[in-house]
């Protein structure tokens, strides 16, 4: 049998034409989907591939949510628009690839359960790159690393703002104290702050502890309301070796200035009591 010299070679050159076309189909986005680590692993770096080389500056906006908080559990540290609601990466002409990186904060309080960071493209300047992307969303996972501290009672303050804003747009105190006077309205009008047990960090939670070496008697977990434009989602925690508790409320910028108050907490050599 005799053959076609030419029909074979045709047929060789379709086959390497489609093998071609199928290596050019390349997909971009996160290079991975999630990720976890640590709160005191520090800086961590995650890759957006745009699956092509960018001809021009291409700019990547993306969002970010979660129950994790902005300043609170992590820094966002390569935005262009550092606190934006939209921040962006640039890719530069003859490059492929840019890289989103953030900061754990390695906070004291204990965390009732791991905190996730959201990462999700939705823009990316150049359309034919766009069309090609399929992995747009990331997840990070922060572990926390703290314990109670034997039978003193850890009481820890969050508070969450909305997805991707930062805590420090609002300001809270937070006081243990005796001698709470509450008028009609069940307001705080007078309360006697136990020394050593204020905390009014200018960044970042609040946390006081209700140590062993404090007299046995009835306590107050007092939170002052210092600024803030946005309504908030307070959390109180509360953690020893034998107690694990929490309540949470919702607060607005008309409760600037007012004193909230949660009590009392009886104390009763290691052990607690709620009321």
């Known amino acids: 049998m005799q053959r076609n010299q030419s029909g074979v070679l045709a047929i060789c050159s379709l086959l390497l034409a489609v093998a071609a076309c199928q290596e050019e189909t390349t997909y971009g986005g996160f ?7 640590l ?5 961590q770096t995650i890759t957006i591939d745009l699956g092509a080389t960018a001809t021009t500056s291409t700019l990547i906006t993306y969002r970010v949510g979660g129950n994790a908080a902005m300043d609170g ?6 935005a262009t628009s550092y606190y934006s609601d939209a921040p962006t990466v640039t890719v530069p ?38 069309g090609n ?20 009672l850890q009481i820890d303050l969050a508070w969450n ?8 747009a609002s300001n809270f105190n937070l006081y243990l104290a005796t001698g709470v006077t509450v008028d009609a309205s069940g307001s705080v009008t007078e309360f006697q702050a136990v020394d050593g047990k ?22 107050y977990v007092i939170i002052d309301y210092i ?12 953690n020893s070796d034998q107690v694990k508790k929490s309540a949470s409320g919702r607060v607005s910028s008309a409760s600037i200035g007012k004193l909230l108050y949660l009590g009392p907490i009886t104390k009763s050599g290691s052990n607690f009591s709620f009321q």
């Open 31 to 37: 290079t991975t989907t999630s990720s976890s680590a």
């Open 39 to 43: 709160e005191g692993s520090g800086s």
């Open 73 to 78: 559990d992590y820094h966002l540290t390569t």
């Open 93 to 130: 002409p003859g490059e492929s690839t840019a890289t989103i990186t953030f900061d754990i904060i390695d906070d004291q309080q204990i965390e009732q359960e791991d905190e996730v960071i959201y990462f999700e493209i939705t823009a990316i300047s150049d359309a034919s790159i766009a």
């Open 133 to 152: 992307f399929r992995q747009g969303s990331f997840v990070f996972q922060i572990l926390d690393n703290d314990e109670p501290k034997g039978s003193d």
């Open 161 to 168: 703002l909305g997805d991707g804003v930062r805590i420090n």
């Open 198 to 219: 204020t905390s009014a960090n200018e960044t970042g939670f609040e946390s006081v502890v209700i140590d062993n070496n404090l007299p046995d008697q009835k306590y």
């Open 227 to 238: 600024s803030g434009d946005d309504p908030a989602t307070l959390t109180l925690q509360f």
